[in-house]
């Protein structure tokens, strides 16, 4: 089940759960989409994919027991290991590489 971070792994803004500018990688990495967009130029800096709209889970349950309020998201906050330069110079370097090659 999606983990639903609070915060930008980078820039650590406040990503509420119905959030549309929180963006994940297929291994629910969490960015906004500014950081997404200007730093990491899309590409994630911990496995190198690409990243998507973070889906909204539901408040309200159509199906008895799934909503946000009987799978609450994550309050642990995570943090990236590496600096902005870093990031920079990682995401140039995955540009540079096909698609079908990542």
């Given at each position: 089940m999606l983990e639903i971070r609070p915060n930008c792994e980078c820039c650590d803004k406040d990503l509420a759960p119905d959030s549309t500018e929180a963006m994940i990688c297929t291994y629910e990495c969490t960015f906004c989409v500014t950081c997404v967009n200007e730093i990491?130029?899309?590409?994630?800096?911990?496995?190198?994919?690409?990243?998507?709209?973070?889906?909204?889970?539901?408040?309200?349950?159509?199906?008895?027991?799934?909503?946000?309020?009987?799978?609450?998201p994550s309050i642990e906050r995570v943090h990236t290991k590496y600096s902005i330069e870093e990031l920079k110079e990682f995401s140039a370097k995955a540009k540079h590489i096909k698609p079908e090659d990542r």
């Open positions: 990491l130029k899309n590409v994630c800096p911990n496995c190198g994919g690409g990243f998507v709209s973070r889906p909204i889970r539901p408040k309200m349950a159509r199906r008895t027991g799934l909503s946000i309020n009987h799978q609450p």
